[in-house]
């Protein structure tokens, strides 16, 4: 790890974040969801209006940037009837997601809808640091075997 880097902090179990998470999800029990309870438009237009209401640019540029993106008109007034919540017939739609979060950097309404699906949303760097921590262990694993062989093998000049 460079110098002036902290390592990823481990759960109680001694694993990185990630990975306790995906220990965790593997023992759980399947859900059983009830009625209802999938519908996310109260929380995805507070999480669509935080991410704009996180971003540094305002709503007119947020606007002009999704609608170059996605290739169709954005305005700033569809954004307020999108994070308006007496607007219930005017909603986000998935598919500018990615677009969404681009603009605004916050992974909050993509969240929103990975967790009701069971699934987790992981930010690239936290991506590579679980993948560096699987690394290390392997790399770990492997020097015990190098001296475990080593201890083995009769004196012999390698």
């Not at 909603?91 to 997601?97: D, V």
């Not at 699987?134 to 080593?150: H, Q």
Request: hydrophobic letters at 45%; a positive charge; one cysteine or more.
């Amino acid at each position: 790890m460079a110098k002036g880097t902290s390592r990823p902090a481990t759960a109680p179990q001694g694993l990185p974040p990630l990975l306790a998470l995906i220990e965790r999800a593997k023992e759980a029990p399947p859900v059983v969801l009830p009625t209802a309870s999938l519908d996310l438009d109260a929380s995805l237009r507070k999480a669509v209006a935080t991410a704009i209401a996180g971003c540094p640019h305002s709503r007119q540029t947020i606007a002009d940037e999704l609608t170059r993106l996605v290739g169709r008109e954005v305005t700033e007034t569809t954004l307020n009837a999108w994070t308006a919540p007496t607007k219930e017939t005017h909603r986000f739609p998935a598919a500018y997601l990615p677009a969404l979060v681009r603009v605004t950097g916050s992974l909050a309404p993509l969240m929103v809808l990975a967790e009701a699906a069971g699934a987790h949303v992981v930010d690239s760097q936290t991506m590579l640091l679980a993948e560096r921590t699987k690394l290390e262990r392997s790399i770990k694993a492997a020097r015990k075997g190098l001296v475990a062989i080593d201890a083995a093998l009769p004196e012999v000049e390698l």
